[in-house]
């Protein structure tokens, strides 16, 4: 009788053989589908700071925090001026306007130097986007100045910066910075990470 229940053993053992083996084969392909999609599922987001690309001639855009703002720039102005002094003489001046669901609105880019004939002279670079006029203004802000001579750099609103606010490369301008109300500091609210890029009118 042991003789005559082997083949059923055997049997019974090869099909469950066969089970575990359709199984894994399954979970094979479950495991190659997954794969293959993940990949589109996890694709990074483009960072808008990272990815604004240059406008054309007489053109700008601002990313503030997530806000988008096309511009035309209206005016660049190379300095110094006739009304300048050694205390505050513009190296150079960008403006634009524009308009967006909040109204018109303007822009300002700008970098003076301040030279009192003791040390350095001290360069203030400064990125302001204003809403509204007079008492209704209102608007955000980057500010960074030149300290000392080994190239440092102050930014209220972000103590750890260490390069220049703009970066200029003929008429374009690159603009990068933690922008916020007039003076805020980097333990204010309402603080954005932003980027402004601008060329002059050709």
Not at 53 to 77: M, N, W
Not at 89 to 103: F, I, N, R, W
Not at 119 to 129: K, N, Q, S, W
Not at 161 to 189: H, K, N, Y
Request: aromatic share 4%.
């Amino acid at each position: 009788m042991s003789v005559a229940r082997r083949p059923s053993r055997l049997i019974a053992a090869a099909l469950v053989t066969v089970l575990v083996a359709c199984g894994g084969d399954g979970g094979g392909d479950d495991a190659e589908t997954t794969d293959s999609t993940t990949p589109d599922e996890l694709s990074p987001v483009p960072d808008p700071l990272e990815s604004l690309g240059e406008p054309p001639p007489g053109q700008g855009v601002a990313v503030i925090g997530i806000e988008e703002l096309s511009f035309t720039v209206t005016a660049c102005t190379e300095g110094p001026r006739p009304e300048d002094t050694p205390q505050a003489t513009l190296d150079y001046l960008v403006e634009g306007t524009g308009e967006s669901s909040d109204g018109p609105f303007t822009v300002e880019v700008s970098r003076y130097r301040s030279d009192s004939g003791v040390g350095d002279p001290v360069f203030t670079e400064t990125a302001r986007i204003t809403f509204g006029v007079d008492d209704d203004a209102r608007g955000a802000e980057a500010k960074r100045t030149s300290v000392g001579a080994d190239d440092g750099w102050l930014d209220l609103a972000d103590p750890e910066a260490t390069t220049p606010l703009i970066e200029r490369r003929g008429d374009s301008f690159d603009v990068r910075g933690t922008f916020g109300p007039e003076g805020a500091t980097a333990s204010d609210d309402g603080l954005e990470e932003g980027r402004l890029r601008a060329r002059c009118p050709a």
